[in-house]
């Protein structure tokens, strides 16, 4: 898989990892290990074959590296983490989000107590503005839990365990989008994981599918989750959703002719 670089032990480091999955994120990483240090825990970076200063950057802080390959499979990146990391714990963080001081002890409290999935709040702020409402509307996600816990899924992935699900105090911030560039360059690769996973479990398309999809999708995220309150930034949000959704299933419905 590569080399390892380790970093030296701390008070967590017996019971916690952070795990950041990254590709040329040499703009994140730095903030993103810091921020990860208020946890007070080891942190090792799954590393997608970066081009830039990603894994210079991760290992000047003391970070232990793995390369994982370029392979476009998320769930098996952060599932990868368990073969590396030898904590009970795991907190599963991504390159462009940050650990805030209220979350860091309830994290620490959290790692003391039985093993839970725990549920965190996000929160968007991202391309002109905070996102209250709409498709980047604060949300929860799963993020710490047993080292057990199993990935699933190509993109957007989730974690199963046969633990319960908990909610911790605190959020993470969330910066997912430098400019509409970078959020076009994300649209391409994460619409052909999907297609190409849909794809392969024979999920169906019709001529008329990508269309139906796209304006369902903005309906639901400009006036059923209430992007429309977000002015402006709200609906430039529900018409780049609608967007995605249509290369969704225009790029599945290319793959089954």
């Excluded at 830039?52 to 000047?60: C, H, L, P, R, Y």
């Excluded at 709040?121 to 816990?149: C, I, N, Q, W």
């Excluded at 199963?160 to 400019?179: F, V």
């Excluded at 297609?195 to 903005?218: E, M, N, Q, S, V």
């Amino acid at each position: 898989m590569g080399r390892v670089v380790w970093i030296k032990e701390n008070k967590m480091s017996q019971k916690l990892t952070v795990v950041i999955i990254v590709y040329n994120e040499e703009k994140n990483i730095r903030e993103a290990i810091l921020s990860a240090k208020l946890l007070g825990a080891d942190v090792l970076v799954i590393d997608s074959a970066s081009a830039d200063n990603t894994k210079k950057i991760a290992e000047s802080l003391g970070a232990k590296v793995v390369e994982s390959g370029i392979q476009k499979d998320f769930a098996a990146k952060r599932n990868l983490a368990k073969k590396y990391a030898t904590t009970p714990w795991l907190f599963h963080l991504d390159a462009d989000e940050r650990v805030t001081e209220e979350l860091a002890v309830a994290v620490k409290k959290a790692v003391e107590g039985e093993f839970y999935i725990y549920e965190i709040k996000r929160v968007t702020t991202s391309l002109g503005g905070a996102h209250k409402f709409g498709s980047l509307s604060p949300d929860y996600v799963r993020r710490l839990m047993p080292r057990e816990a199993e990935w699933i899924g190509k993109v957007h992935e989730h974690p199963e365990c046969n633990c319960k699900t908990r909610r911790l105090s605190g959020y993470i911030t969330h910066e997912p989008y430098e400019n509409w560039s970078t959020w076009l360059e994300k649209v391409e690769n994460y619409s052909t994981i999907w297609a190409t996973d849909a794809h392969k479990k024979g999920k169906k398309a019709t001529a008329l599918t990508p269309f139906c999809r796209a304006a369902f999708g903005f309906i639901k995220m400009y006036l059923i989750k209430g992007g429309c309150l977000d002015g402006i930034l709200g609906l430039n949000m529900s018409i780049a959703h609608a967007f995605y959704t249509f290369m969704k299933y225009i790029k599945l419905l290319e793959l089954r002719k």
